[in-house]
């Protein structure tokens, strides 16, 4: 469902350029449970916003279901990024101006769901996220931990075909992070693709397929 041919990104640098990827051959099936592995600046958070469609500066090929992702606009990218893709940013990116219950909420509007029923999953998640008691804070006044287990709440609540999650569970306690990783693996059962970047190698296995990147290759496809 997702194929990434010779895909590559740089910066300018002086007179020349700095590669961040390199000649990226990536191919993803639906159901598939990847981990990205790769020491820090290797590319890992670069090549997931590529393919979570939220940067358009880069070169090469990349088919997602039957578009070319290649060929598409800022808008069109957006649109399918809404309607596909639960994306769980490093730095969390909440809406600072949003509460957590509102910003639960946000995936949920790009779907065709009523208002009402809309509440009801928020309330639902809140609860299986164990954050019914922080609904109406904002996310500064949350703790990191905290920030992160709704960026995955968030991620996850409308479903989406699939799952791109940065280091999801940096920030968690051990046994929290267990949580959500087997949140993850039950997803996966259910049919959710799903592409997680981590360093932690008991969460690595929870996937059928591991691509080390080092210095912007892809040393092995897994
Ligand atoms: N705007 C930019 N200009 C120049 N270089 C950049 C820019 N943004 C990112 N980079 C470089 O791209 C490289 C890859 O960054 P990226 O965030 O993808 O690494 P990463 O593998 O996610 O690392 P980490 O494990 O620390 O999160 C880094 O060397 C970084 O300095
Ligand atoms: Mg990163």
Redesign the pocket.
Known sequence: MIELRNVEKS?PVGAGR?Y?LRRIEMQVHEGDFITIM?P???????LLSIIGMLDGDWSGEYYFLDHPVHKLNVKQRAELNKKYIGFVF?QYHLLEGLTVAENLDIPLSYRNIKAADRQAIVADTLDRFHIVGKKDLFPSQLSGGQQQLVAVARAVIASPKVILADEPTGNLHSTQGKEIMELFKRLNEEGTTIIQVTHNENWAAYGNRIIHLVDGWITSPG
């Open positions: 910066y700095y961040v790769g820090s600046g290797a590319g890992k958070s670069t490093q």
